[in-house]
């Protein structure tokens, strides 16, 4: 994944924010320090440069003062969730630095415009639960022991499921940019914890809408033998099911097979409506594809977004991807997405730009927006300011969506974060049929 060319090959907006983002990053990342990356904690003051990757030396300097606002950190350096986890890491330390300087990208018109957060510098922490739920109790702790105003989980939704009653412990409101596990915002244990990516449930319901629109009664699916992809299959063929669907397929390939030929056909005598494609490697969605190609399966075909998160698979399977569909939450067109995208490419040019770091860039501008609605750091003014936020705009899903929670409804995403995108000359590409809940 660790490719350059970002998704999408985002239009790169030269904004004044860009401008300052490009010219002058590093004083905050290089004079505000790191995670320590040799143990469990850590701490920087509004930018930084991460273990997780180099980054160029270029950040605006401060404009808030006074004591600092502490929003505290649960990373994976190691675990399961440690891929995207320390990708967030390296966009809060961007988004901190350019808050502190005064930039609030696509949110300007939703905060106040003093630097930081109501005028004080953002101070980050950072725990390492190593992706372990056990350990995730521990760190979360930890953090509010240190002093953390408001707790980001970016770690693997098991793990954020235990850190939430620590929260709720505590009353330190806490958010998780990135999980998409349902029951994180469902009690027990749920009064404090926020989530900003659409839930499993919500992608499955607009697939399932997707798949009526187009007539679809008859569905196959194709994934590799890897529990975690079963499981996935089984929340899909659940949904379509219930919809009224019938799965007339489930063609599994066996761990450490290079040929799926077998499978393709058997695929293809099953003779589907559609094709849901499960695979996560590059290797094995490439493999899919070319072989799909090569055996002349004209079965139209759905990936998981594991397929938009990876762009090194559209250089393997290059054209053999055309006519591809994947239900995702990107917009290639939205303005809000490029903000997020130049902004991070400023700090990290060889890296990609996943639509975690948007969510990861929403979740820090919200809390300043709540807690300058509070006008405290007090968590449960905090947590009820959270909770009353409409209408914040959003660096990811379809151009002008925009995040809305409720005391009820802890997460702010709706059907408008959902966006399919089709594979034209091995790219993607905002589908022109249809959009879930339009």
Known sequence: ???????????????????????????????????????????????????????????????????PIKIGIVEDRSGPAAAYSQLEVDMGKLVAAQMDAGNFLYAADAVSDKPGIDGRPVELLYEDDQGNPNLTVLRTQKLVDRGADAIILTTQSAA????????????????????????????????????????????????TEAFKAQGYKTVGFHLADDPSQQALTDLWADGFERAGMEIVAREVLPAGATDNTSQLLRLQKADPDVIMEMSAPPSAITQFYQSRQRVGLDTPVWSS???????ATWKLAGSALDGALVMDSYDPDNPHTQQAADLYHAGFPDKPFLNTLSQMTDTMLLLKAAIEQAGSTDGTAVRDALAGIRGFPSGYGRAGYTLAFSPENHNGASKQALAIVEFKDAEPHLWDKFQPGS
């Open 1 to 67: 994944m660790g490719l350059a060319e970002p998704p999408w090959r985002l239009r790169h907006v030269r904004t004044v924010l860009v401008v300052v983002a490009t010219c002058l990053v590093a004083v905050a990342l290089a004079a505000c320090g790191s995670s320590d990356k040799g143990g469990d904690s850590g701490t920087t003051a509004g930018g930084g440069s991460t273990g997780a990757g180099s980054s160029i030396d270029t950040a605006p300097p401060s404009r808030a003062s006074g004591d």
């Open 160 to 207: 954020t499921l235990q850190g939430r009653v620590v929260c709720e412990k505590a009353r330190v409101p806490c958010i998780s940019p990135a999980n998409s596990n349902s029951t994180i915002t469902e009690e027990p244990n749920n009064d404090y914890i926020f989530t900003v990516a659409p839930p499993i449930t919500m992608l499955s319901e607009g697939l």
């Open 305 to 311: 977004n594991a397929l938009t998160a990876q762009p």
